[in-house]
């Protein structure tokens, strides 16, 4: 059968599980081979890092499988597997995540969309759906407002329903998410405050008494621009250690956060990026520094290494292109709290447009963790010396950027093109990103992996320094790809053509592959694999002989 011949589901599922439609003679021959996918999701066992876990897996999925089965609900094995795939695909042993809670009229509203042609992600959009469904049914719409889940104590007639409710408006980085959302609603009450439907504040109460209070990304730090609200809602409340301690740290960051707005209130006014730099720790330039032992600005800059003197803000600012020494959120080190900023500070708690920020800098000499930033653009930035991290981050455009030299993660970004990129040094990952090309880009130095990206095109592509993953990826040809430095594996894959690979450094693995023609590879340094039913035609063992790298045929 072809492609065209689907559609709705059935489309997405061979789509998402590259279902082998050229063996299927008939709709059925599809069903059958999916329900053989479903198997073994349907009977794994769900171990998770503790037994608690695992039994909270089991009576979930249980609800999950049941609906499923039930033939009044006339699912097919393609819809089944699509919606179990998606909720199980974070359930790892060592980890404590669960699968979200069934909702059925929720599920019909998802499958809907994904029946209509939508592009979506299922999980994603099922657990977006499920809150919404939460706060219509339950709670009123207010832009910014204070959930309160209520213990067992206080409504034990409806605890159930409750446990539920808490794990739904938890933010994933929560516990409350997964399985401590009943022990925790057994000691006490759960506030999440709520923001366009998203939980961006939690605060559990053991008791009368406030437990901890934790923001999006769960790491003991209240965000700066939650203070307000955070600190009306605790009041006098009563408050364990660990929460008078995350208080006392947002008092503390509050502070310096007042002083370091204060002291570049003309260079944040002025878009004075140098200054801005300098004062923070980022250019290293020999300067010294103004050293009081009160001054903020002296503890960022000592932990840099930098010695930049603070100087007068002068109008017009003349601005040039810059070199600075890394790229991160300003107060990230927490646990150097000697020597920088106590506790985590965004250049959007200072007021610093962050694309303006950036709009100067030519060259970032170490790292540059974009995850936690308000950037769109990287501007005029051509080099970043080490590390790139764009991974969840807002950044849409890399500007002029050529080269990284270490890895590179795109994993759920924004960005759709890598524009005049051409180098790589290390690692590049594109794992559930929206690009689709790689573009201009000749050199990886480290592993391509491919899987669940979609990526279609190599483009200028010439040489990879490592491995290189093709598994379940949406490229068909290699194109100008000459040299993969270690080993290359095509299982399940779409390659079709090898384009002008010439070498490969260590083993091949063409084990359910669709490539027929190998004849363009001069050198195989470790060996090949593939099955029976897939052997290439064209293996042009006699060229790997003269080369002295035996190409050797293993039947599995």
Partial sequence: MKKSEFTGIDRVCIDRFKAPIEKFKENEDLQKWAKKQLEPIMTNVYEGRFPSVAYERHLILDDWK??????????????????????????????????????????????????????????????????????????????????????????????????EALRVFSNYTWCTHNDKAKPYLEQGDFHVYLENGQPKIGIRFKGDEIQEIQGEKNDGKIPYVYSDIVLERVGNKKCSWQAKTELNDLKIRNANIKTIKN??????????????????????????????????????????????????????????????????????????????????????????????????????????????????????????????IFRESRVKDIGKLKRIGGLANFSDSQITSLNDLKKIQGNAIFKYSKIDSLGNLKHIGGVLDLQDSEVKDLGELETIGWSAFFNNSKVTSLKHLKRIGYKASFMNSNVTDLGELEYIGGDAIFINSKIKDTSSIKQIRGEAFYDKKNKPTKLNKSKMKSESALLDIIDV
């Fill in 263 to 388: 002291d570049l209130k003309d260079a944040i006014k002025n878009n004075d990026a140098e200054e801005i730099f300098r004062y923070l720790g980022y250019i290293n330039d020999g300067k010294k520094v103004k050293k009081e032992s009160n001054n903020i600005f002296s503890r960022i800059a000592n932990f840099f290494g930098a010695n930049s003197q603070k100087s007068k803000v002068k109008t017009p600012i003349e601005q040039k292109e810059l070199k600075i020494e890394a790229y991160h959120q300003p107060g990230v080190f927490r646990k150097y709290a000697g020597n920088s900023l106590d506790g985590a500070i965004s250049f959007k708690d200072l007021g610093i447009d962050e694309d303006m920020l950036l709009k100067n800098v030519k060259y970032i000499k170490g790292n540059a963790n974009f995850s936690d930033s308000s950037a769109t653009s990287l501007g005029n930035v051509e080099v970043i010396g080490g590390d790139a």
């Fill in 66 to 163: 049941g609906h499923l089965k039930n033939p009044k609900n006339d699912y097919k094995n393609t819809e089944k597997l699509l919606i179990m795939s998606a909720i199980t695909q974070n359930l790892e042993k060592y980890n404590e995540t669960l699968p979200p809670i069934l909702n059925k009229s929720v599920l019909s509203t998802v499958m809907d969309k994904v029946k209509n042609g939508e592009n979506i992600n299922i999980l994603k959009t099922y657990k977006k759906e499920l809150r919404e469904s939460y706060l219509k049914n339950k709670f009123s719409e207010k832009k910014g407002e204070w959930v309160v889940i209520p213990s067992y104590k206080n409504d034990p007639e409806n605890f159930k329903k409750n446990v």
